[in-house]
């Protein structure tokens, strides 16, 4: 009979263990003959070589970090040989020190809760709206083709302009200097993009005393609809609609769709048009209409996820309704029983079982008539309005810029490695002062040192070799020891444990 065959792992591949021939078998011997030979392993291409060889051990930096020293206080009785009040001074920066790093820690973690819980900010956001005609009957200019204007019917043509500003807040340090308004200079020119029917397009300055915030970044989607007319084509009174692009999370920057002050498109049309400009918020975090119950006991009517759980339990612990033992637990009240529906509520449960009284807020509607007619026109005037919006705390970006300064992490580098020579000269230092006060003694007394050092060194070497009696020398045959019943050292729970660890060891289950 053929002897089974080894499988052939390639070399620096884990084998199998493998058992010694000397090694006896547990139970009866296989039939068979003896230990297989195994096959001759062919070698392997250096390329093919698996790279943890070369590897350094993951437990190697966290040795080197165990082993590094750490201590930077100064031994005691160095004061007592060192000439001066370097001790002293030290000691003094040391304690400096300590109330430093602990008042930066102190004020970091303030600035960090202080960035998590920043209020929004409101400020005014003025919108304008206007339109220009141009090719319509009362207009003297002919068209391209020579015709009269009004020979060609359909070929009036208008064109709105939306554009929207924050207003500047003497109180307010981040409110910017607006820069000129260009959207009337250059549609004077003729630069405006906007000139075929349908579509909306968008302009962007690069003037760089532009406001961070502009009119694009407050809103995600802007929707233009139309009444309907009875003397206007289907298509031209078509909604238009701009939604704001999906960004990335490590968006450096917004893409010119996504980054605009001012919003134009152009229709043909010879009457008067009624149009509605619906604007959606575009808030982080987002706020959400509350029902009639919930803004009951919130007292707002507008509000974030985490406002409405926050705004829940404070009106939880203002009104006492935790259980003693359990403080999870919640006993609702009338008003909480018109959210919830029951008698009691796992305060965990509670930001799930709020959804069906939040709602997306309303968005900003803004009417408006397009005017194509010969009076308006002679002294044309925008429809303006104001809207508040939420804007970032002016703080939260300076907080910011404080905790993520690149400054911070490289002075915190140097720092570390200053605290590294520190903890190595205390190192030394202690080195030192034990070989000082050994020669000291060994000067005073050399014979009684010279004792007290061997009998020191023989109850070392007895402890490591397993010799002495109670790990230091000790005697063991003392009364203590013979003394029995419950008042004996054998009837204390270090005893018992100690008996219950050498049962438990392998040799004493083998009866060795």
Same mark, same amino acid.
């Given at each position: 009979m053929?002897?089974?065959?080894?499988?052939?792992?390639g070399r620096g591949f884990p084998q199998p263990a493998q058992r010694s021939p000397a090694t006896p078998r547990r139970g009866p011997p296989a039939p068979g003959p003896g230990m297989p030979v195994p096959m001759q392993q062919h070698p392997v291409a250096p390329q093919y070589m698996p790279p943890q060889r070369n590897m350094a051990h993951p437990n190697d930096a966290a040795l080197r970090r165990s082993r590094k020293p750490t201590d930077k206080n100064i031994p005691d009785g160095i004061d007592e040989v060192v000439v001066g009040e370097?001790?002293?001074q030290y000691k003094s920066l040391r304690d400096l020190e300590k109330r430093l790093d602990a008042a930066i820690v102190r004020k970091r973690l303030d600035i960090q809760d202080s960035i998590s819980k920043t209020v929004k900010k409101y400020r005014t956001l003025r919108i304008w709206i206007s339109n220009t005609a141009e090719l319509q009957p009362w207009q003297g200019a002919s068209d391209a083709n020579g015709l009269d204007p009004g020979s060609n019917p359909g070929s009036g043509r208008y064109k709105v302009r939306i554009e929207g500003r924050l207003l500047d807040d003497e109180n307010d340090p981040t409110a910017a200097e607006d820069s000129e308004d260009d959207g009337g200079e250059?549609?004077?020119?003729?630069?405006?993009?906007?000139?075929?029917?349908?579509?909306t397009e968008t302009k962007k300055s690069c003037d760089p005393k532009r406001p961070k915030q502009r009119f694009s970044h407050f809103f995600k989607t802007i929707t233009v609809d139309f009444d309907k007319a009875s003397t206007v084509q289907p298509e031209e009174v078509k909604p238009v609609s701009w939604t704001k692009p999906q960004l990335p999370v490590n968006? =450096?920057? *917004? #893409?010119?769709?996504?980054?605009? !002050?001012?919003?134009?498109?152009?229709?043909?049309?010879?009457?008067?048009?009624?149009?509605?400009?619906?604007?959606?918020?575009?808030?982080?975090?987002?706020?959400?209409?509350?029902?009639?119950?919930?803004?009951?006991?919130?007292?707002?009517?507008?509000?974030?996820?985490?406002?409405?759980?926050?705004?829940?339990?404070d009106y939880i612990r203002a009104m006492g309704l935790q259980e003693d033992e359990e403080k999870r637990l919640v006993r609702c009240d009338h008003r909480?029983?018109?959210?919830?529906?029951?008698?009691?509520?796992?305060?965990?449960?509670?930001?799930?079982?709020?959804?069906?009284?939040?709602?997306?807020?309303?968005? =900003?509607? *803004? #009417?408006?008539?397009?005017?194509? !007619?010969?009076?308006?026109?002679r002294n044309p005037a925008p429809t303006v309005y104001d809207i508040q919006v939420a804007v970032e705390d002016p703080l939260r970006a300076k907080m910011l810029a404080l905790t993520q300064n690149p400054q911070y992490s490289s002075a915190m580098r140097q720092i570390t490695a200053l605290d590294d020579q520190v903890s190595l000269i205390v190192q030394a230092l202690t080195h030192s002062r034990a070989r000082h006060s050994f020669y000291t003694a060994l000067s005073n007394d050399p014979a009684t040192f010279v004792r007290r050092w061997i009998n020191s060194q023989r109850r070392d070497l007895e402890t490591i070799l397993g010799e002495a009696t109670r790990g230091g020398g000790e005697d063991g045959s003392g009364p203590e020891f013979r003394r029995g019943g419950s008042e004996g050292v054998w009837d204390t729970p270090v005893a018992r444990e100690a008996v219950r660890y050498m049962l438990a060891k392998p040799e004493a289950a083998m009866g060795r």
């Open positions: 053929n002897a089974p065959m080894q499988p052939a792992y370097g001790v002293q250059a549609q004077a020119n003729g630069d405006d993009p906007m000139e075929h029917d349908g579509t968006a =450096v920057s *917004l #893409p010119p769709s996504a980054d605009f !002050d001012s919003l134009q498109f152009s229709r043909a049309s010879q009457e008067n048009l009624n149009i509605t400009i619906s604007l959606v918020r575009d808030e982080t975090p987002e706020r959400y209409k509350l029902s009639r119950e919930l803004a009951e006991v919130l007292d707002v009517e507008e509000e974030t996820r985490s406002g409405i759980v926050l705004g829940i339990w909480l029983r018109s959210i919830f529906g029951r008698e009691q509520m796992f305060f965990p449960h509670i930001p799930e079982s709020i959804g069906p009284h939040t709602s997306p807020l309303d968005p =900003v509607k *803004l #009417p408006y008539t397009i005017r194509v !007619d010969e009076e308006f026109h």
